[in-house]
């Protein structure tokens, strides 16, 4: 057994066994209509989302919500979750390192996070064109979508890891983690909401900046460096929770 077998045993079971079809016929089941009746059907508000020129930020912030939400439960192992070896049987039977089981887990975690955009690509394209998008939003828009599927899922992979035996603690948390965030970041600054950020970069509009004891901090620098700050804080967690699991 070479240090890619439990990323083997990932793409074995949901690419080969097809157990990980279902969650990218969710996305796209849930983003494709959303895009069109976004597109045809009238707003009842002059302020909301509305016709064309909006269509490439719903699309967007959709994909995001989506991409997110299901990045968190793949992490989670919550698809085919009894076809998956456990840790200690990785660690202790196969002779995996913790190094070798983490880096598994990240490496697939960033292959479905390509994969549901690279399926989510055609509708994203297709709405910035109609909203005439330039391509170097577009290909910002990208990025940005990468970068918060990935860094918000790492999380799941700690709940996984801590909780590995206890598939219902894990649920929960995910499901709490996410709504609470999202909460949070728009009570406490409005900038760290991944949401708020991405449309007002879509609508190429500026945030205040964080005046902190005297000192304006760019929205766009607190934005990221937070973001890189919590999505840190996952990795070292990750890691921290899989030393305690394997360690028992």
Known sequence: MNSNSVLRESIDIFFVEGHGFAVYFYILVILAPVEFLSLYLPSLDAQMWSGSASLFKVT????????????????????ASWRFRTLKRWHRENGQPIFAIAQAQLLFLSLHVALSLLLCAPLLIWAAAIARTPFSMVALTFGLLFFYAWGYATWGLFALALWERRAESRQVFIRSFFFVLTILSLLVYLPLNPIAFLLSILSRQEFPPL????????????????????????????RWALRKELSR
């Not at 967007?60 to 192992?77: E, G, K, S, W």
């Open 211 to 238: 005046s902190i004891v005297g000192y304006k901090w760019p929205a766009g620098t607190v934005h990221f460096s937070g973001h890189l700050l919590f999505i840190g804080s996952a990795l070292l967690a990750h």
């Open 60 to 79: 967007a912030v959709t994909t995001l919500l989506l991409t997110v939400y299901f990045a968190m439960r793949v992490a989670n192992q919550e698809f």
